[in-house]
């Protein structure tokens, strides 16, 4: 009785809001469903993507109340974007944009920093701290073959001295054995 009432909501609209969560909950438990919900596969596909926005309920703009089957608040590119654009074109103030998206003015700025030198691409997620190596420059690269070109029995212990001593650069160990391994195979390939 109780899933017929449920299909008649959902069928209604009453728990348009609701509905979606609704129809997972009752797919995972194994009831037939009588319709296809038309977000769910798109929600699968943001989440393998890894742009499913885990602050969806946070998300409480007027557009995404409005016509919520164009605005995806599960859509992390999308309130991104939403929220740079409702500052940019719409001029909202940044404490009222943050205060709909659910975000500090912090995280606000950061987005907005990255769009304008990043464009789209920098609203993506990415892992945090430096993306590559700050110490291996092209000029300690450089260094290390022709050090390994003039004596190729050269052990990592007086490359790294010879580096600290001629350019000021500290790297441990293991990272001058890989550079050392990596520039050998380039030379015999």
């Known amino acids: 009785m109780l899933y017929l009432f449920l299909c008649l909501m959902a069928v209604i609209g009453r728990l348009r809001h609701y509905r979606y969560n609704l129809l997972d909950t009752l797919a995972a438990c194994g009831y037939p469903w009588p319709m296809?919900?038309?977000?769910?596969?798109?929600?699968?596909?943001?989440?393998?993507?890894?742009?499913?926005?885990a602050g969806a309920e946070r998300v409480d703009?007027?557009?995404?109340?409005?016509?919520?089957?164009?605005?995806?608040?599960?859509?992390?590119?999308?309130?991104?974007?939403?929220?740079?654009?409702?500052?940019?074109?719409?001029?909202?103030?940044?404490?009222?944009?943050?205060?709909?998206?659910?975000?500090?003015?912090?995280?606000?700025?950061?987005?907005?920093?990255?769009?304008?030198?990043?464009?789209?691409?920098?609203?993506?997620?990415?892992?945090?701290?430096?993306?590559?190596p700050s110490k291996i420059t092209a000029e300690v690269v450089s260094f290390v073959d022709k050090r390994i070109q003039r004596r190729d029995e050269l052990t990592a212990e007086q490359i790294g001295s010879e580096l600290k001593k001629e350019l000021g650069v500290v790297l441990h160990m293991r990272t001058i054995e890989k550079l050392v391994k990596e520039i050998r195979s380039k030379k015999n390939s």
């Not at 919900?37 to 742009?51: F, M, Q, T």
């Not at 944009?97 to 975000?103: E, P, W």
């Not at 990255?114 to 590559?132: D, I």
Request: charged share 30%; glycine share 6%; hydrophobic share 30%.
């Open 36 to 53: 296809q919900d038309p977000r769910s596969s798109k929600h699968r596909n943001l989440e393998r993507v890894g742009l499913l926005y």
């Open 61 to 132: 703009d007027a557009l995404f109340r409005r016509y919520p089957d164009f605005f995806d608040p599960h859509d992390t590119l999308q309130v991104r974007y939403e929220m740079i654009r409702s500052h940019e074109i719409d001029k909202h103030s940044v404490v009222n944009i943050c205060r709909r998206f659910g975000v500090s003015r912090q995280t606000f700025y950061n987005f907005k920093d990255r769009f304008e030198r990043e464009g789209t691409a920098g609203l993506l997620w990415r892992k945090p701290g430096p993306q590559g």
